[in-house]
């Protein structure tokens, strides 16, 4: 596996030498905030993160990556500033418009154990099928640009088959098998027999993720949405997670909606945490909207949650419009009582020069019905500045006040630039 991509990269640079397109964006930031690490004791800390999204390739073929390097500038800190590989991979796709496949370091998009990992992905694809399958190792702390060093404890297998026969109609059948390898640690015992102090290593087999999942999505345009989704958990042999949800609109301006899930703890095999009993739930949510004069569009879902001896009921509502959202929320029961209300908004002015934005919540809540309330307030204010098509400025305020965190400010700036050019070499 090493060697492949090594190959990859070798190929990607070569990509790089004859391509004919570069396209991505990179931007700077700069994070400021207050951290009290004792009563009455505060430092204020600035961050830098630099991130850069990069394309180079031609066509089909393209070598595609993404890091960030992070620092702290207010004072040093251990691995500071610290890089960041999030993907670094080679990308063919439509080989004789059947074959597609990815190498290196790229990302994960499953439900059950999403994410980035280092290996290669082959999909297949002809008429109404797609086949795809993957393999590679779990990626190190921070992202490091390095491999795992025990490929058979520490990685990542699975698969999807996607059938489109019927018209409107998707099924899909998945596959995942993660493996975490555990960390080796000294701990001292006490010998059983002559009752003395000794350090001994333990080491814990791998904990494991193994699921199989199948999919159902049935979609008539302007009439009706129906999705289903069933997790089968391999390792404990039950059922993890039966999802379905739906939405009914074929009355103009009118959406009507439906969600439903029964959820089982995700739990790693051979984790101690399996030896508890947490239970399981049940979710139930119904809901309306209704758009008026195609510009605003009230929102309205209740919603029941079952835990193992209790249930918990939620209350949303909500107002939509061109000027910004307005959301309300109450819950109450056994996850405790909390009443909140959002406003966010955002308009463009002088043909998109700039971009104000304002956020606003207040919430109140308590865990029991014996315990204290407590009230948070957050605010969020700020602007994008945009000169030039190809670059943007980003500046935020963000305040919180509750009683852990008693006027917190933070600011934030950004700057974007966003690149594509064509090569002729």
């Known amino acids: 596996m090493k060697k492949l991509l090594l190959f990859a990269l070798l190929f990607g640079l070569s990509a790089v030498v004859y391509s004919q397109n570069i396209n991505g964006r990179f931007s700077s930031s700069l994070y400021t905030f207050e951290r009290f690490d004792t009563a009455g004791t505060s430092k204020t800390y600035a961050r830098t993160f630099q991130m850069l999204s990069l394309n180079f390739g031609k066509q089909n073929v393209w070598l595609r990556t ?8 207010s004072e040093d800190l251990v691995n500071n500033p610290r890089l960041r590989f999030y993907n670094l991979y080679l990308d063919a796709r439509n080989i004789w418009n059947l074959l597609s496949f990815k190498l290196g370091r790229q990302p994960l998009f499953n439900s059950i154990a999403g994410g980035v990992f280092d290996g290669a992905t082959l999909g297949l694809k002809y008429e109404d099928f797609k086949l795809k399958v993957y393999y ?101 042999q039950t059922t993890s997670k039966l999802e379905l949800s739906g939405r009914y609109e074929e009355v103009d301006n009118l959406g009507i909606t439906f969600y439903y899930n029964y959820r089982e703890p995700r739990i790693r095999y051979n984790s101690i945490f399996s ?5 399981n739930t049940w979710e139930i949510e119904g809901g309306v909207d209704y758009r008026i004069a195609n510009a605003y569009t009230v929102i309205g879902k ?39 209300i959002s406003l966010y908004t955002a308009f463009t002015t002088l043909e998109g020069l700039i971009t104000p934005s304002l956020g606003l919540s207040f919430t109140s809540y308590k865990q029991s019905v014996t315990s204290l309330r407590n009230e948070l307030l957050t605010i969020m204010t700020g602007f994008n500045l945009r000169p030039w098509r190809a670059v943007s400025f980003d500046f935020q305020g963000q305040y919180l006040n509750n009683k852990i965190y008693k006027n917190d400010w933070r600011l934030f700036f950004k700057l974007n630039f966003w690149f594509n050019s064509n090569l002729d070499l």
């Open 275 to 279: 030896v508890f009993d947490y239970g």
């Open 302 to 340: 209740f919603a029941n949650v079952s835990y193992k001896e209790e249930t918990s009921q939620r209350l949303t509502l909500g107002l939509s419009s061109p000027y910004g959202t307005l959301t309300g929320r109450k819950s109450f029961g056994y996850a405790g009582e909390l009443d909140a």
């Open 136 to 236: 590679g190792g779990n990626v190190p702390a921070y992202q490091e640009l390095k491999l795992t060093d025990s490929w058979k404890d520490d990685y990542v297998l699975g698969g999807e088959f996607t059938v489109y026969v019927l018209q409107d109609l998707r099924i899909a059948l998945k596959y995942i098998n993660k493996n975490f390898k555990s960390q080796s640690y000294e701990a001292v015992r006490l010998d059983p027999t002559l009752l003395n102090r000794d350090t001994i290593l333990v080491e814990n087999k791998s904990h494991q993720y193994e699921f199989l999942s199948g999919e159902i999505s049935f979609d008539k345009p302007d009439l009706f949405r129906i999705d289903a989704r069933y997790d089968y958990d391999m390792n404990y």
């Open 66 to 73: 993404n890091l960030n390097l992070e620092g702290e500038i």
